[in-house]
């Protein structure tokens, strides 16, 4: 089992930057990938950004250039640098986990509301 949290959301204004974290627990593997992907009210979960332990990125197209992933293996942390927020970032933003070796079981974290709103 692994645990994720999440922490770093809010109500930021557009234009402006907000980082999240996320810290996993439990039984990590090495070969892993870790991420975020984000759900709008009335939208599907979409991908925001996954990196895997080896240090390979995959973005969604539209945030490339405005968000950056990164991590911390030691210390099984991701985290998510947003800046030239816009209202359509809104949503809540969830970690995910996932182990590159059998079984690829992927775990959620609880997510985080980021709001961008004047």
């Known amino acids: 089992q692994v645990q994720l949290v999440e922490s770093g959301g809010g109500l930021v204004q557009p234009g402006g930057s907000l980082s999240l974290s996320c810290a996993a627990s439990?039984?990590?593997?090495?070969?892993?990938?870790m991420g975020w992907y984000r759900q709008a009210p009335g939208k599907q979960r979409a991908l925001v950004a996954i990196?895997?332990?080896?240090?390979?990125?995959n973005y969604a197209d539209s945030l490339k250039g405005r968000f950056t992933i990164s991590r911390d293996n030691a210390k099984n942390m991701v985290y998510l640098q947003m800046n030239s927020l816009k209202p359509e970032d809104t949503a809540v933003y969830y970690c995910?986990?996932?182990?590159?070796?059998?079984?690829?079981?992927?775990?959620w974290g609880q997510g985080t509301q980021v709001t961008v709103s004047s």
């Open positions: 995910t986990y996932r182990r590159l070796i059998a079984p690829s079981t992927a775990y």
């Open positions: 990196m895997y332990s080896t240090g390979n990125t």
């Open positions: 439990g039984s990590i593997s090495n070969l892993n990938v």
